[in-house]
Antibody, heavy 119, light 110 residues
Framework: QVQLQESGPGLVKPSETLSLTCAVS?????????WGWIRQPPGKGLEWIGS???????YYNPSLKSRVTISVDPSKNQFSLKLTSLTAADTAVFYC????????????WGPGTMVTVST | QSVLTQPPSVSAAPGQKVTISCSGS????????VSWFQQFPGTTPKLLIH???KRPLGIPDRFSGSKSGTSATLGITGLQTGDEADYYC???????????FGGGTKLTVL
């Protein structure tokens, strides 16, 4: 059974950098899927942040591209998100998800982790 | 303002059928597959429909998807109170080079 689990700080100060990790179990990162990060501000809709192919190729939302880095750690079967220059507008639940290329959709999601940007 | 437009809310009685629309353009829905997600409050989005009209294993056939031109539709028949949730459409936008989602539709089963 494929499972994803996000981890990282729940509270970050404005202007700082957010680092989140998504641990993948029951499936190898190198089995041919894309992996992505999606966020959801409180009471609002979903926003795609970016995705990474197992080869390391990345695709970012242009609105966030200057602040986002997604990377993979093959030794730990996990991938990570870094988001810099945080503001209160970045407060959201952050989800990691598997993009199933056969389905052309995000088919498995982590439970999400709430990140609050505040002093 | 979402690239994909969904009605903020829909409602119907138990046992009835409801449809949720998702309107886009030729750069997204018109030329790419649409997926649909169900999200209960405080929980993770769940894939209901992929590739416009296909259901993953375990999704009941009460849920259906269709696409015509630059619009897509999610249909739910035999409504149950347990279907009350937010529903989102999503697809790739070839012009913006982003995955885009609709703003979400809150389903109320009266």
């Amino acid at each position: 059974q494929v499972q994803l689990q996000e981890s990282g700080p729940g509270l970050v100060k404005p202007s700082e950098t957010l680092s989140l990790t998504c641990a993948v179990s029951g499936y190898s990162l190198f089995s041919g899927s894309y992996w992505g990060w999606i966020r959801q501000p409180p009471g609002k809709g979903l926003e795609w942040i970016g995705s990474i192919w197992h080869s390391g190729s990345t695709y970012y939302n242009p609105s966030l591209k200057s602040r986002v880095t997604i990377s993979v750690d093959p030794s730990k079967n996990q991938f990570s998100l870094k988001l810099t220059s945080l503001t209160a507008a970045d407060t959201a639940v952050f989800y990691c998800a598997r993009y199933h290329t056969g389905y052309d959709a995000f088919d498995i999601w982590g439970p999400g982790t709430m990140v609050t940007v505040s002093t | 303002q979402s690239v994909l437009t969904q009605p903020p809310s829909v409602s119907a009685a138990p046992g009835q059928k409801v449809t949720i629309s998702c309107s886009g353009s030729s750069s997204n829905i018109g030329n790419n597959y649409v997926s649909w997600f169900q999200q209960f409050p405080g929980t993770t989005p769940k894939l209901l429909i992929h590739e416009n009209n296909k259901r993953p294993l375990g999704i009941p056939d009460r849920f259906s998807g269709s696409k015509s031109g630059t619009s897509a539709t999610l249909g739910i028949t035999g409504l149950q109170t347990g279907d009350e949730a937010d529903y989102y459409c999503g697809t790739w936008d070839s012009s913006l080079s982003v995955v885009v989602f609709g703003g979400g539709t809150k389903l109320t089963v009266l």
